[in-house]
């Protein structure tokens, strides 16, 4: 199917050209690029006795300690790119204030790119709830939640359709387009309501994987480009399993990011969503948001790019894992609120009761007031 895709792209629009004055990033430590595919409700133990991933990870790396962080999906995909989740334990349309940085404010300085990939998302930077057909939620699209990103016009045009992969790819390694068009460094990705197994089953999720990723990781801009792809799920679909235990596979474009020695092994380090922003933070040397990417115990960066950064893990005992199936609160705990700007009436079974913003605000400073006063 992506393939098709490809062949189908390479002979349509244009692709979106970077400026031909972009200064070149930095080359990383471990990897040049990193593509993050994140996948929904599923138990480890479900997803690691999945076929298809038990084949796939002949050629990669399994995860076996890596942790969601709370319930329900909406925070894990914040704190993937924001390095926290600000106590939200709800999938209600939120918004993270600007003031609030996230990997994009740490990927730019260096002049590295970026680009989340949305699967059937209508429009770039689509900012509803939702589509009216269902296949497209804002809640797994962190990226528009925070209005660092959908407040900016120029942050906005990275937010696309996954329908623009296959034109990035085309972009990158064709001869006869402009050159300075390389896929952008850092990319997340996140497949349909029914392909990421969140309407479906794990089952369904890896028969989308099957028709994706092969083609993906044959295409020559993928073999060339040293890529690290990281398949991870948001959380359990258990809620009861205090340690939120998620299965999460690395593989490698090449042998440079995952040498063959590695290949079909297992890693038994402590990580957690969080070591997706530190792994990253580490590759290319950014410092860190100051959140909890840069807290060492809940932060551990994938050992097969510590061991090339000089990273030192922190060993973190079964005993100390701690609980990851309920929410540390913050200031958007319990205060769910809407953009201003209203999307498309939902359908009755995803209809919520949102607080509006300026109401939502109220509350928070009427708390704060209350627990000083206290």
């Known amino acids: 199917m992506f393939a098709s895709l490809l062949a189908t792209f390479a002979h349509a629009a244009k692709p979106d050209n970077p400026p031909n004055n972009q200064q070149q990033p930095p080359k990383g430590k471990a990897f040049d690029h990193i593509f993050i595919i994140f996948l929904e409700n599923t138990n480890y133990a479900l997803a690691a006795s999945d076929p298809y991933f038990q084949h796939l990870s002949q050629t990669g790396i399994t995860l076996t300690n890596y942790h969601a962080l709370t319930h329900p999906s909406q925070p894990n995909y914040i704190a993937s790119i924001g390095g926290n989740y600000y106590g939200i334990n709800n999938d209600l349309e939120t918004s993270i204030p600007a003031n609030y940085t996230t990997i994009v404010d740490l990927l730019e300085p260096k002049h590295l790119t970026w680009k989340t990939y949305q699967e059937d998302m209508p429009e770039v930077c689509y900012k509803f709830p939702m589509t009216p057909d269902g296949l497209y939620f804002k809640k797994h699209n962190p990226f528009v ?121 297992t890693d038994a380090t402590f990580y957690t969503h969080y070591s997706l922003l530190s792994t990253v933070e580490s590759n290319w040397d950014l410092g860190n948001l100051g959140r909890n990417d840069a807290n060492k115990t809940l932060a551990n960066v994938f050992k097969v790019v510590a061991d090339k950064t000089g990273y030192q893990n922190i060993e973190v005992a079964s005993a100390d894992v701690g609980v990851f199936n309920e929410t540390i609160p913050g200031f958007l705990t319990g205060v769910p609120h809407q953009r201003s700007s209203h999307g498309p009436a939902s359908s009755p079974s995803h209809a919520n009761t949102f607080i509006p913003l300026s109401t939502s605000c109220l509350l928070v400073t009427i708390a704060f007031i209350a627990a000083t006063i206290v």
């Open 145 to 265: 939640i925070h209005e660092s990103i959908a407040g900016n016009a120029t942050r906005c045009r990275n937010v696309v359709p996954a329908s623009q992969l296959p034109l990035d790819l085309f972009a990158a390694s064709s001869p006869t387009i402009t050159p300075g068009t390389p896929l952008p460094n850092y990319m997340y990705y996140t497949p349909n309501m029914l392909n990421d197994g969140h309407n479906t089953t794990v089952r369904d999720a890896t028969h989308f994987l099957s028709s994706f990723l092969p083609s993906l990781l044959a295409s020559p801009t993928f073999l060339h480009t040293n890529t690290l792809v990281v398949i991870t799920f948001d959380e359990t679909e258990d809620y009861t399993i205090s340690d939120n235990l998620v299965y999460t596979l690395l593989l490698g474009s090449n042998d440079l990011v995952i040498p063959p020695s590695l290949k079909n092994t």
